[in-house]
């Protein structure tokens, strides 16, 4: 369950070497998507250079970031007043970027890449690069209408960039994004606007928040990607669409269970399952919390508890913050 696939023609050279978000690399390529970013340790930035130039699409990127133990951040900070302390966007991150000028000489830094067909798209997304920096004591956060253009610049329907801005930046919603956007879904969500899979798999048709699970939108956009796939990797099409199905349950952003098994009478049936998240980020509490579903074969969800259960024998019950904290989600 959500094994890497590697197509067999499609962009296998950008597979193999695993180089991240292979469907927007695809969908660059072929047109659909006019830029995608993400980020890459730069000893392999010379890599991915030239595999866009032998794919026809140009790439850049902007500052280096060197991950750092948060402990150790400020200290490192002080020592040359160039420097920015850059917040990796997690709820819960327990690192922190500090961001170098070009010529730094260290070797296991991090870039955004901004990569697209055309190298003047490319430059303008560029320009507002998705990072949250503090320089000095003073937070600073782009403009709301840097956001708008960054995002449309990367292809993302204009009603889910305009919902993201005017709805999920609220500091109140924080990691609670998939829910606001459950709760803004009239009908069955459709697998083409599943995006809780983008930061873990190269299954996920889309990699932005859409301002609904069956956005109109995103749908379009995303079916136009999966019938290129149709078209030149059907077994690769068939496996997207087989993982973007399977049942959720979903505690905040990042952070979900996807089962290998169906959704019956609000119970979730399962013989298998995977977390995904960013583990570094969890006390261990919580992964011990999230490690007791694979003993059961079976959930459901009440008002304020989870509750597991194996051969219909209750196993384990795990108490909702709210009810956003573990909502099952079903794409169709």
């Known amino acids: 369950m959500l094994e890497k696939y590697t197509p067999n023609r499609l962009c296998r050279d950008y597979a193999e070497p695993n180089f991240p978000d ?81 010529d730094d000489p260290r070797k296991n830094r991090f870039v955004q890449v901004f990569i697209s067909k055309s190298k003047n798209l490319a430059n303008d997304a560029l320009k507002f690069g998705w990072t949250t920096t503090v320089v000095g ?26 919902f993201f801005c005017n709805r999920l930046m609220d500091v109140e919603i924080g990691a609670r994004k998939p829910y606001i956007i459950y709760r803004n879904t009239v009908g069955e969500p459709s697998f083409y606007c599943n995006n809780i899979l983008a930061y873990f798999s190269n299954y996920s048709l889309i990699s932005h928040f859409p301002c609904s699970f069956n956005c109109k939108n995103t749908i379009k956009k995303s079916k136009e990607l999966l019938d290129i796939i149709k078209e030149e990797e059907p077994e690769y099409a068939k496996k997207i669409e087989h993982h ?79 009810e956003s904290f573990g909502f099952p989600l079903k794409f169709h």
């Open 22 to 102: 292979l469907l927007s690399f695809i969908a660059v390529v072929k047109g659909v998507k006019p830029v995608m970013s993400n980020f890459i340790r730069y000893n392999r930035y010379r890599e991915l250079e030239k595999m866009c130039n032998k794919y026809g699409v140009f790439v850049t990127h902007n500052n280096y970031f060197l991950e750092v133990p948060t402990r150790s951040y400020l200290k490192e900070a002080g020592k040359d007043s160039k420097q920015k302390i850059v917040n990796y966007i997690t709820e819960h991150s327990t690192t922190k970027w500090i961001a170098f000028p070009n």
């Open 137 to 162: 004591n003073h937070f600073v956060q782009f403009d709301l209408i840097d956001m708008l253009n960054f995002g449309k610049l990367l292809g993302y329907p204009d009603c889910c960039v305009e």
């Open 244 to 322: 973007l199905k399977l049942p959720l349950l979903v505690f905040r952003d990042k952070r979900a269970i996807v089962f290998d098994g169906v959704i019956k009478n609000g119970e979730i049936i399962y013989s298998d399952c995977i977390f995904l998240g960013l583990k570094h980020a969890l006390d261990e509490s919580e992964i011990y919390k999230f490690e007791t579903f694979k003993e059961g074969d079976s959930l459901k969800v009440v008002k304020d508890e989870i509750l597991i259960f194996k051969n219909d024998e209750l196993l384990h019950s795990i108490k909702r913050e709210d």
